[in-house]
Every structure is written in C-alpha cells, then in structure tokens.
C-alpha cells in the first residue's frame, strides 16, 4: 500500500498539487489587480467620494452584484465562450484561471471598497487641506490606511479561489479537484479523497499563517 501510495504520489497527486498552487495564485493576482480597480472606481464615484457619478457607481455595483450572486460552477459553463476567445480552449489549467478571476474579483472589489470605506474620513479632509491630488489621496492616505483590511480580505479571497479550483477541476481543469473526482470518487477509492483533502487544508492553513503575518506586520 506504501509503494502504491508513493507511486501515485509521484506521478500524478504532486502534478496535481502545483497545477492548484498555479491557478490559486495567477487567479488571486489577477482578480485582486481587477478587484482593485473596481473597488478605486466604486469608492470614488461613490455620493460620498472624490469625483462622485451615481450613474456610473450604480451601473458598475449592479454588474458586481450580479457577477457575484452566479454560483461558480455555473458561471464556469456561462462563460465558456469567452474562455475560449482568451485562451482558446474551454478545459485545463490556464482555461480555469478566465472564470476564477471573474468569479473572484466582484468579491475581492467589495472587500477592498469596504476597507477604503471605513478610512478616517478627517485624514482624507485633512489630506484635501494640504492641497493633495484625488492620485495622492487615493494611494498615499486611503489605500495605505486600509491596506490591513484589504491584505485579510484577499487572505480570505484566496482561499475561496482555492475551493473554486477544487470545481474547476470537476469540470476539465485539473488540479486537486480531479484527482478527487477521477481518482478518489468515480473509483470509489476513500484513500485519494483523504490524501487531497488534507493537501488542500495544509493549504489553506499556510495561506492564513501568511496572511496572518502580514496583517499583524503591517497593522
């Protein structure tokens, strides 16, 4: 059983291990660069923001939230046409990273824009007095004061984007997922489900540790 063990270890479960830490972390940097614009635009075009365009805030926050109530298998199937216009193909590893991004970054947005939110609006004001540009503001008083609150909220994003891979994989994309499904459930084999499980919770366990490291240095 040791050496079945070590054997599929090899040759598949370690491959599958990475091809998760890949999507995982192309997907997180992707949504969280997109989050991050959406969550600038919201905040500023906001009635209370710094350039405010109700039009323009209800129209972006109105696709936000539909984006977001999708459930992400779903928006997997939805989406297919645009994955393949980016990546040429529906299935695979790279194939995944199209609906993880756009399944995460709605999320990601709204984390960021609640912790641009609760920045202390007296040193925005203040900020506003010494002649500082909307740029500076934004980047120098708004975003560096919540940046503790952004880093835990995509701490957070970043393990949902790690389960979202786990369905991915039910659907062609690879990763932990379909060792679990192809593997583990359709060869009724208990053992590769435990084996994936415990990989992802490690995981997900180091991402927080992480996260939480950074949190606690830059608070």
């Known amino acids: 059983m040791k050496t079945n063990f070590l054997e599929f270890a090899k040759d598949i479960l370690i491959e599958a291990f990475f091809q998760t830490l890949y999507m995982t972390a192309v997907a997180t940097i992707f949504a969280t660069i997109i989050g991050f614009i959406i969550a600038i635009t919201l905040v500023i075009t906001d009635s209370n923001g710094l350039r405010p365009n109700k ?3 209800d129209v ?7 984006v ?3 459930p992400f298998i779903i928006l997997m199937v939805a989406i297919i046409p645009l ?7 529906a299935i695979g590893v790279n194939a995944a990273l199209v609906p993880l991004t756009i399944g995460a970054a709605p999320f990601i947005a709204r984390v960021i824009e609640s912790a641009l939110k609760e920045v202390d609006k007296g040193l925005i004001e203040a900020a506003k007095s010494f002649g500082a540009s909307d740029f500076q503001i934004i980047f120098k008083v708004m975003i560096k004061e919540a940046m503790p609150s952004i880093v835990s909220g995509i701490t957070l994003s970043t393990i949902s984007i790690l389960g979202y891979t786990a369905m991915a994989g039910a659907v062609g994309a690879g990763g932990l997922g379909a060792v679990a499904l192809t593997y583990g459930y359709q060869k009724f084999d208990t053992s590769v489900m435990l084996y994936t ?5 490690v995981i ?3 991402i927080q540790c992480i996260g939480n490291l950074a949190y606690k240095k830059l608070k």
Request: glycine share 10%; aromatic share 8%; proline share 0%.
């Open 55 to 57: 039009k323009l805030n």
């Open 197 to 201: 499980v415990l990989i992802l919770i």
């Open 60 to 66: 972006l926050g109105g696709i936000i939230n539909t």
């Open 204 to 206: 997900v366990q180091l």
């Open 68 to 70: 977001r109530s999708f």
């Open 83 to 89: 994955t393949r216009f980016i990546v040429g193909k």
